[in-house]
């Protein structure tokens, strides 16, 4: 089972208030994503880290930020949030290689 | 820019019957992996493809993958309601580094 978590599971917030949404893993996996995904829509990659200290953007351009400190902590951060950030956040990790993701339970993210 | 299709987008079958979603990918690689996600809920791995040729079957389900066609398929035997949910395919770069999903196939098995 895997052990990957994600809070808050749900969020309403008002426009430009400034959020972290935070993921965890207790896994030791070194690799761990960002996926954005609306109702009934395909995941869109937006941000990706190899390890400690390593970030990158994924293909969907992206408002938020992460960070990688920890091996087992992923936050994202959104500065200033709108309501067009009003989606489905979902965290993932996975050993190096060729290894399946494992999820988080996701952030349902409303921005009024 | 790497594409991954799949088809149909959405699917009503009954229950006892078979079929097929497919998977076409646009990039070279050899892995690909089928997950499951039920409504509201986060994605479940079902299947990890390793190679040209590769099959794996858990119950009703079995996927393959021809890297050479650019082209996974998951069939679903004899459907039952337990089934209904989206499915999707994702393929990672040679480097392992980024995960590409599909469009999803929403399965819908009516009794």
């Known amino acids: 089972e895997a052990d990957i978590y994600q809070t808050p599971r749900y969020l309403v917030i008002g426009t430009g208030k400034k959020i972290t949404l935070e993921c965890s893993q207790t896994m030791g996996h070194d690799k761990m994503y960002w996926y954005q995904q609306d109702p009934g829509m395909e995941l869109h990659l937006i941000h990706y880290s190899y390890g400690v200290n390593s970030t990158e953007k994924g293909d969907l351009s992206s408002e938020s930020t992460v960070s990688r400190i920890r091996t087992e902590h992923f936050p994202l951060t959104l500065e200033s949030a709108r309501p067009s950030h009003t989606s489905q956040y979902l965290c993932a990790s996975s050993r190096s290689g060729a290894e399946k993701l494992f999820f988080g339970s996701g952030t349902q993210l409303s921005v009024l | 820019e790497l594409k991954v299709e799949q088809n149909p987008l959405f699917l009503s079958m009954q229950e006892g019957k078979n079929y097929t979603i497919y998977c076409n990918y646009s990039?070279?690689?050899?892995?690909l992996y089928w997950y499951r996600q039920d409504p509201g809920k986060s994605l479940e791995s079902l299947f990890v493809?390793?190679?040209?040729?590769a099959v794996k079957q858990e119950g009703r389900l079995m996927a393959s993958l021809d890297t050479k066609a650019r082209l996974s398929t998951l069939h679903i035997t004899a459907a039952v309601h337990d089934l209904s949910a989206t499915y999707f395919c994702a393929v990672d770069r040679d480097t392992g580094n980024q995960f590409y999903f599909g469009t999803g196939t929403s399965l819908t098995v009516i009794p």
């Open positions: 990039t070279t690689s050899d892995r």
């Open positions: 493809l390793l190679s040209n040729g």
